[in-house]
């Protein structure tokens, strides 16, 4: 069984340019969280979805933006990069959110903001 | 404010025991949730606890204390390959929807 699925794998982008990452979750998953992961510190939530709806927002500015689409995959886009947002963005899925289902990570886009 | 603590590195013999320790404060608590993450890799789960105790699977156990805010996993028998980093992840009760993950603990297993 395929697990989730994460594209690109690395990319390089320029201050002030946009990025789009994707996420294509475990099959039968329903629920899709983002995560941005700094060197040495844990993820931090950006996003979860949970039936093409945002369920959840962490403390990110608008310049991050995502959506869920009717096949259950999912795309982050951060507007106007920034050389903080150089870090390990994680996607992982769910059944359903919350309660004890565990969550499945893909193996993360590692953005890097020159 | 929410808040997860974990020792920064820990260091260990193969074969020994080693046990990590996590401590929290969130608004309320819904569930604790360890996962292992090895060096460019994703993290990958190990264990979930809500109730009080402790959770036994293989080489691994976790333990939570509620009314402390205190859980810690205990790696048995330990192998090269547990060398990782161990992170500490606490879904609050005012929010089923995320994790509120500490730093992680960085487990360097030597011969």
């Known amino acids: 069984d395929a697990g989730v699925t994460q594209s690109p794998t690395h990319l390089i982008k320029t201050r002030g340019q946009h990025v789009t990452l994707r996420c294509s979750p475990i099959s039968g998953h329903k629920s899709v969280s983002w995560y941005q992961q700094v060197l040495g510190q844990g993820p931090q939530f950006i996003f979860q979805y949970y039936e093409k709806e945002e369920r959840g927002r962490g403390n990110f500015p608008d310049r991050f933006s995502a959506r869920q689409f009717p096949n259950y995959s999912s795309e982050l886009n951060v507007n106007a990069l920034l050389l903080g947002d150089s870090a390990l963005y994680l996607c992982?899925?769910?059944?359903?959110?919350?309660?004890?289902?565990?969550?499945?990570f893909g193996p993360g886009t590692r953005l890097t903001v020159t | 404010g929410q808040n997860i603590d974990q020792p920064t590195e820990m260091t260990a013999t193969e074969g020994a025991i080693v046990q990590i320790n996590c401590t929290y404060q969130t608004s309320g608590f819904n569930g604790l949730f360890w996962y292992q993450q090895h060096a460019g890799e994703a993290p990958t789960f190990l264990s979930y606890n809500v109730l009080d105790g402790l959770e036994e699977k293989g080489r691994f156990s976790s333990f939570l204390s509620r009314s402390k805010g205190y859980s810690y996993l205990l790696l048995k028998e330990l192998q090269m390959k547990d060398s990782a980093s161990y992170l500490c992840?606490?879904?609050?009760?005012?929010?089923?929807?995320?994790?509120?993950w500490g730093a992680g603990t960085k487990l360097i297993i030597k011969p």
């Open positions: 992840a606490v879904r609050p009760i005012d929010s089923n929807y995320q994790l509120i």
């Open positions: 992982a899925s769910s059944l359903v959110p919350g309660g004890n289902y565990e969550q499945y």
